[in-house]
């Protein structure tokens, strides 16, 4: 297998794991804070860091594993790439539909934010997909030497 492969598999977990994490801290924020008084929960730092280690690295990896294959084409690339920006897409809109029950002393405004926005950024990674699944391995010059 090619790196371009490996690196858009990371880059599909990474996603994954960006949207399960996301989803899993504003299941965690709708329960009262009174009952959790083991630790306080500040929920922007939190948001920030799961984009810090999950989001960002999965951009970059889904570009990177693009521009490596964007001249011949892969449809396993284009696959990864296509399911990493739907599970992200999937997650966030998860995670939308819980940010009404959100409970009022973790608001922020960071909070109703995030899912929407990572959602419309999900959009640019499935076509980056879509476009290197439309791309034609070049043919090879003919030698006539």
């Known amino acids: ?25 504003y299941n965690f924020m709708q329960d ?12 922007d730092p939190k948001i920030l860091q ?12 889904s570009g990177v594993s693009y521009i490596m294959s964007r001249r011949y084409g892969s449809r ?19 995670a939308h539909s ?3 029950g959100i409970n009022e002393a973790y608001e922020s405004d960071m909070v ?9 950024a999900s959009l640019p990674v499935m076509a980056i997909g879509a476009l290197l699944l439309r791309t034609r391995k070049r043919r090879q010059k003919k030698e006539y030497v």
């Open 32 to 43: 009262d804070p009174v009952g959790t008084s083991a630790f306080v929960l500040e929920p």
């Open 1 to 25: 297998m090619a790196v371009e492969k490996y690196i858009a598999a990371a880059g599909l977990g990474l996603f994954c794991m960006f949207a399960g994490e996301i989803v899993t801290l």
């Open 50 to 61: 799961f984009i810090s280690i999950g989001a960002a690295p999965a951009m970059v990896m």
């Open 76 to 94: 396993p690339v284009a696959a990864m790439i296509m399911a990493g920006g739907a599970a992200m897409l999937a997650g966030m809109a998860a």
């Open 112 to 120: 109703p934010v995030v899912a929407p926005l990572f959602m419309a």
């Open 98 to 100: 819980m940010a009404g």
